[in-house]
């Protein structure tokens, strides 16, 4: 049985976010991988743009950063120079720029430091998963997948327990910014024009922003030099400091992409086993942990796509790609590429090589969390399967409407406690 | 020119590698376990660490600030001989360079 069909009829608009209430429209995705993989995409609210779709050619370009820059933006949505300026973080920059503010945080990031989390997270799963699973009918994304990401990154951070679920609210504005239910300031559809210069163009990001400041003032007065936060703001060898401006940005980067990724992959991991039953008694009795969280991830594919925008002519499949053209890079499709995927449509926890770009690999921004993510979907999924006998779809399942981010805002579930 | 990794378990890979590509594209193309490249040699992951086996100190070249400071970021300890094998690239001078992959 798959896990989910698409239904898109092949010809799907990429620039809708309506379209990606049904999911990704791997129908299409998959006639341009076969009939026009550098596929010119018209996008009636902004320049035009060319979407990469084999994995083949992602991987290809990804690692070509003298041909395609991040230093023009990085979303579908064309910015002026100015707000670029105002809302840009290391994401939207360049080597040797972005290797600069990267290796601040790079150890704090990486897999040894990051192991050490591992009881934390456990602990948080405990409590997550005891309150979750005391009912027997719930929203899996509510419940479970929601709850995690946030609660481990606020420890990563050092942020007060109180403030947890009001970063959440405010994470989800700013990524969740085309869909209704969880902005009031919808992206596409009111005139956001007063929070042109703020992060994500949200208003939330403006709170966060004043949030960042307070909380660094109050750390400094306690004489707090621990975390993520305060290694920032530490000058480099040269002397060099980022501005606040920066600094603001690189908060709400971490609140938004701390929040929803993750989330989003625990969700379509519970998803899947909600329609391959096979995959809760393999999380029970094989040893699928060292490539388990990689498919759920694989399968999830969170961020959609990453934008480059072209420093340089570039050719590919008999197509030119002209200096200056936005290149949309599909993560979505690439990880659904039956060229790099055995059956792609099926969640393989046991799925080695999984070469999968749902962190961006094989480019200088591969995912600063991924060992996190990792982690965290791993131990979440550890805990799981410990605890519930069962688990089945206890009625359809919701998309986010975006065409950015990819996930299951909504997945009602019916268990059977072990 | 000539490179052998050695492996934790003791056994070794050897391939002949094109001047000009670097040691983590040549591991990752003769499928060295360990040596994974997640960012595509970019400095932004430290997933490819090896260390220079003792005969090779000195000779794969200058590490900058950025791998020095990505060195840090590795999964097995950091050590005089460590390096990022992205900036490694093959050359003639570097012909039966061994590396010595370590655990993950």
Redesign the interface.
């Known amino acids: 049985m798959t896990v989910w069909t698409p239904t898109d009829d092949g010809h799907a608009d990429l620039t809708s976010h309506d379209t990606f209430i049904q999911g990704a429209p791997h129908n299409t995705f998959k006639r341009l991988r076969d009939e026009d993989p550098v596929h010119w995409t018209p996008y009636p609210s902004g320049e035009d743009f060319w979407s990469i779709t084999r994995h083949a050619d992602i ?1 290809e370009m ?2 070509n ?1 003298a041909v395609f820059s991040s230093a023009r933006g990085i979303r579908m949505e064309d910015q002026s120079h100015e707000e670029y300026l105002a809302r840009r973080t290391f994401q939207e920059t360049d ?2 720029e ?2 600069k503010t ?2 601040k945080v ?2 704090a ?5 990051i192991a050490q989390f591992e009881e934390d997270i456990r602990v948080l799963c405990d409590e997550i998963l005891d309150e979750a699973l005391a009912e027997e009918s719930f929203d899996a994304t509510k419940s479970i997948a929601r709850e995690l990401p946030m609660r481990m990154l606020g420890r990563i951070l050092g942020l007060p327990d109180k403030d947890l679920p009001w970063l959440v609210e405010k994470g989800d504005a700013l990524i969740a910014n085309t869909d209704p239910d969880f902005t009031d300031h919808v992206l596409d559809k009111l005139e956001t024009d007063e929070f042109r210069m703020m992060p994500f163009n949200s208003p939330a990001g403006a709170e966060l922003y004043v949030y960042a400041k307070e909380l660094m003032a109050d750390k400094e007065a306690a004489g707090d030099t621990e975390g993520v936060l305060h290694m920032i703001l530490q000058p480099d ?1 040269d002397g060099n400091t980022i501005t606040e401006e920066e600094f603001r940005n690189f908060f709400c980067l971490l609140v938004a992409a701390g929040n929803d990724t993750t989330r989003y992959s625990i969700a379509a991991g519970m998803q899947a086993m909600c329609h391959q039953p096979e995959l809760l008694g393999q999380m029970q009795s094989e040893d699928i942990w060292a490539t388990a969280p990689d498919e759920i991830i694989r399968w999830a594919t969170p961020a959609l796509y990453f934008r480059r925008t072209l420093a340089q002519d570039f050719e590919a499949h008999g197509k030119t790609m002209r200096e200056g053209d936005k290149v949309l890079f599909w993560w979505s499709s690439g990880n659904r590429d039956e060229a790099a995927f055995d059956d792609p449509f099926r969640v393989n926890l046991a799925r080695e090589p999984n070469r999968h770009v749902s ?1 961006g ?6 995912c600063l969390g ?1 060992w996190l993510a990792r982690l965290e979907v791993r131990v979440l999924f550890q805990e799981l399967a410990k605890r519930i006998a069962h688990i089945e779809a206890d009625g359809p399942h919701e998309f986010l409407r975006s065409n950015f981010v990819g996930g299951i805002k909504k997945l009602p579930v019916r268990i059977k406690r072990a | 020119m000539k490179v052998t990794w050695k492996l934790p378990d003791g056994s070794e890979i050897s391939a002949d590698v094109a001047e000009g590509t670097n040691m983590m594209e040549a591991a990752v193309a003769n499928n060295v376990p360990n040596v994974i490249g997640e960012c595509g040699g970019n400095l932004a992951c430290a997933t490819c660490h090896v260390y220079v086996d003792d005969a090779w100190a000195g000779k794969t070249g200058e590490q900058d600030d950025f791998e020095d400071a990505m060195l840090d970021a590795t999964e097995a300890p950091r050590e005089d001989r460590s390096r990022l094998s992205c900036q490694i690239v093959a050359s003639d001078g570097l012909d039966g360079l061994v590396l010595i992959v370590p655990e993950a």
Do not use: D, L
């Open positions: 991987m990804n690692r950063t080597a040797p972005h290797m990267r290796i790079a150890k990031f990486s897999k040894p430091v060898k962190f690999q094989g480019g200088p921004h591969v991924m």
